[in-house]
């Protein structure tokens, strides 16, 4: 469900002298929780992800507005997303919406040597003026909504915990696959230690990751920037479609 906005973190759990030295003025740098091996075709400028990152381009500044980042109808969707998706329910869904149905699913997990039981509620919202639909999972962990025209393209939308303020996930899709941006936006907003998605607030909200992707591959512009001064930590280019999650350097 989540798209491991933590990948970050993942990097300090991982052992290897290939991780933890710092890359000499002759060595080409990589992005460390990618396997090196696949990196070939990966132009990477910036890969600091153990340090304070590096001065980020004008044009590569972390804002909603950048358009070297999104086009301008890719704006009009985020911010629908950020205005929307913090007032929906299980019975309550987008405006323009009637709910369709709902269902509530039980699963268990386990969470460091215990079992875990995870119930989600699944609602389905039909849009009154055109084919669209809209499928929101609703949990503990937050929520998850999807949105999809008469063709099935469209958008999901994710807002989950992180410290005591939330992210936002906007990605693009195509027949389920993700095609087009994928952001994540952080708030700063402290919770405290009771979170709810409903109260996230992404206005003035700053980029954290920027992927381009095509087909479900990573094809293009892959950024994160310091969430604290805004300095880019990874600035790289994918110059042929990568399978990003199958590349990732996993936990012995």
């Keep these: 469900m989540k798209q491991n906005y933590f990948l970050l973190t993942l990097c300090l759990f991982l052992s290897g002298e290939n991780l933890l030295a710092q890359p000499n003025h002759s060595e080409r740098s990589y992005i460390p929780f990618l396997d090196r091996e696949s990196q070939s075709n990966i132009i990477v400028k910036v890969s600091d992800v153990f340090g304070e990152g590096q ?45 369709a149905n709902h269902y509530k699913t039980n699963y268990a997990i386990k969470v ?3 079992i875990v039981k995870v119930t989600n509620w699944i609602s389905r919202f039909q849009y009154t003026n055109c084919e669209a639909h809209e499928e929101i999972m609703i949990g503990k962990g937050g929520i998850l909504a999807k949105f999809r025209n008469g063709s099935n393209d469209g958008y999901n939308v ?95």
């Design 55 to 99: 001065p980020c381009p004008k044009e590569y500044t972390n804002v909603l507005s950048n358009t070297n980042l999104f086009s301008l109808e890719e704006q009009r969707s985020i911010k629908h997303a950020f205005l929307i998706y913090t007032n929906v329910t299980t019975n309550s869904g987008p405006p323009g919406t009637i709910l």
């Design 112 to 114: 460091m040597g215990r």
């Design 158 to 252: 994710y807002i989950d915990r992180t410290g005591g303020g939330s992210i936002l996930q906007f990605m693009e899709v195509k027949q389920d696959l993700i095609s087009g941006v994928l952001a994540d936006f952080e708030d700063t907003h402290e919770q405290g230690t009771t979170w709810d998605y409903r109260l996230a607030n992404f206005n003035n909200s700053r980029l954290a990751e920027y992927r381009q992707y095509t087909n479900g591959m990573v094809f293009g512009h892959y950024f994160v920037w310091n969430a604290r001064n805004g300095n880019l930590i990874i600035e790289s280019e994918f110059k042929q479609p990568y399978d990003f999650e199958n590349h990732r350097v996993q936990i012995p």
